[in-house]
């Protein structure tokens, strides 16, 4: 079903938009979640580390999907918040086509580039072989990951929250049950983890593309539909959706690339350090994916309103957003500052070792600064929104910038707890740059001035 996030209420509508999203959340972390946890149950410490290990490689790959998925809905919101569902349709046949040639283009870079990026990261020789067959399979079935998240997107996009959730909940529950299947029961040890994940979003991907066309075909009654049947591949509308994606692309992979150079520095600790760290990297990136999720929903609500002429809907948006974030950071701020032992024994048994004090100690640094980052990326999101691509890569590279920079410089004098600040530090002054951008209203400035200058030109060639 989709809807039209420009009518109703903003908070109202933003908030019925935003819930299944979340629930989407809930699910997507379990089945990401599932193979640090039964690794480190299941089988045992040097598991967990070697998914650990791969992790800021795949992520990688991840935030392609990510970026790929924030920056083509933002298009499709403002098609459909405009009512012009023939390029709603031209658009979406464009980036199935664009995104499945990338797909097959970064799975051959991958497995070119795998044991390379492995030893770049600094793996430990223990976990190396390991971590790198893991890293393998997950990279082989990176188209499926890439047309899932973008098609769920695209859902999103025209309003429709509940779809995606649906196909997480039974990705969720079909990858844990793959997982328990090939590590329990046939012995397959991390690889079987990595193949649960493989067979699971294949499935989810070809089910979301064939409800997506099925949704397609009853979308009728735009404004210029009449005009002429829309075609699969548009050179122009391609170019447009590349200004909005491939800066959403590069923060996601710069993010992502910042972290494998964190997680280098933490390899060089060793493995038990490595261990505790990947086990509250997973807890923290719960909270931050939860949050980004809210942000998502925002860029899906300022993109169509700004579509449908509604700009003074943006405000109760964003107040309506940092709301529900208050709401969701509370109880997580409170459990991982209070019992983060309890929240790290989902992932390990020894509650005395040095893993389990690794782990703590960058939750109690990390945790307080949750609210600030929120913040940052509830701006971020009507930047996004809004097509203010240069600001909104502005705030992802100071914060990457600043945070890789205080690793390499803290590292060699104060260890992990160098690597630990420079998170709270990164995101404190990135968010500074956010709410800046948002409150001077610089981000709807440049809005009307691009839109205006392409006014004009029509205007001319007509």
């Not at 998914?51 to 970026?67: D, K």
């Not at 097959?104 to 020789?125: F, H, S």
Request: overall charge positive; hydrophobic content about 55%.
């Amino acid at each position: 079903m989709v809807k039209d996030l420009s009518e109703g209420k903003p908070f109202k509508v933003l908030l019925l938009f935003a819930l299944p999203l979340l629930g989407s959340v809930v699910f997507q972390q379990m089945y990401n979640m599932a193979d640090t946890v039964i690794a480190g149950k299941a089988i045992d410490d040097n598991a967990l580390a070697a998914v650990g290990a791969s992790y800021p490689i795949t992520m990688i790959f991840m935030a392609v999907a990510l970026g790929c998925n924030l920056g083509c809905s933002v298009i499709v919101s403002r098609f459909f918040g405009q009512k012009h569902y023939r390029e709603v349709k031209e658009s979406i046949s464009t980036i199935l086509i664009s995104v499945a040639v990338l797909g097959i283009v970064m799975t051959g870079a991958g497995i070119a580039l795998g044991n390379v990026l492995m030893r770049a990261v600094n793996t430990p020789e223990v976990v190396f072989d390991t971590a790198l067959a893991y890293l393998y399979i997950y990279i082989g079935g990176f188209l499926f990951v890439l047309l899932y998240n973008v098609c769920t997107g695209i859902f999103s996009a025209l309003g429709d929250s509940r779809t995606p959730l649906y196909f997480l909940i039974a990705l969720s529950l079909g990858n844990i049950g793959l997982d328990l299947l090939f590590v329990l029961a046939f012995g397959m040890g991390v690889p079987g983890l990595a193949w649960a994940t493989f067979i699971a979003q294949g499935i989810a991907a070809v089910l979301c593309i064939i409800t997506l066309i099925f949704r397609l075909r009853k979308l009728k009654g735009g404004v210029n539909e009449e005009k002429k049947s829309h075609k699969f591949f548009s050179k122009v509308l391609l170019v447009q959706m590349l200004a909005v994606a491939i800066p959403s692309v590069l923060q996601q992979s710069f993010i992502s690339v910042g972290n494998m150079f964190i997680q280098a520095l933490v390899n060089g600790h060793g493995e038990t350090v490595l261990a505790g760290y990947t086990a509250a990297v997973k807890l923290n990136t719960f909270v931050l994916t939860t949050i980004t999720t809210v942000s998502g929903a925002l860029s899906s609500f300022t993109a169509q309103n700004l579509g449908a002429r509604k700009p003074e809907r943006i405000k109760k948006g964003l107040l309506a957003s940092i709301t529900m974030a208050v709401c969701l950071l509370v109880p997580f701020t409170l459990f991982y500052l209070i019992f983060p032992r309890t929240a790290l024994m989902l992932f390990m048994d020894d509650v005395s070792g040095e893993a389990m004090a690794t782990g703590t100690q960058f939750l109690r640094i990390v945790t307080p600064f949750y609210a600030v980052v929120s913040l940052k990326l509830i701006c971020d999101a009507v930047l996004r929104g809004a097509e203010s691509m240069k600001l909104f890569m502005v705030t992802t590279f100071a914060d990457l910038l600043i945070r890789v920079v205080i690793c390499f410089i803290a590292d060699p004098f104060i260890g992990t707890t160098g690597l630990w600040i420079s998170w709270p530090i990164g995101w404190s002054a990135s968010a500074v740059i956010s709410v800046v951008f948002y409150f001077t209203g610089i981000w709807d400035k440049t809005r009307k001035d691009r839109f205006g200058r392409r006014k004009d030109k029509s205007a001319k060639a007509q």
